[in-house]
């Protein structure tokens, strides 16, 4: 089992910048990848950025050059969000595979224009 506790949403102008960490506790030994996904109103969740175990990283096309995903140890995620868009606003949830996925219990980004 995997735990999952996000932190570091909040409310933020539009070109400007949040950070979100995820700390992950119990079987961290097992995780192979972990990741950020977000969830818009009325909308599908959806892959935001993604690193292994290696340091390899994976962005969806619309954060890219603009988040930053990045892993201290096994147990502390993090992403780097800056030039906030509005349409960034969603629920950003921290995810870790083993590979059974995990997830956190998400929160919430606000970006207004």
């Known amino acids: 089992q995997v735990q999952l506790v996000e932190s570091g949403g909040g409310l933020v102008q539009a070109g400007g910048s949040l950070r979100l960490s995820c700390a992950a506790s119990g079987s961290i030994f097992s995780i192979n990848a972990m990741g950020w996904y977000r969830q818009a109103p009325g909308k599908q969740r959806e892959l935001v950025a993604t690193?292994?175990?290696?340091?390899?990283t994976n962005y969806a096309e619309s954060v890219k050059g603009r988040f930053t995903i990045s892993r201290d140890n096994l147990r502390n995620l993090a992403l780097q969000m800056n030039m906030l868009k509005p349409e960034d606003t969603a629920i950003y949830y921290c995810n870790a595979n083993t590979p059974r996925a995990y997830w956190g219990q998400g929160t919430q980004v606000t970006v207004s224009s």
């Open positions: 690193i292994t175990n290696y340091g390899s």
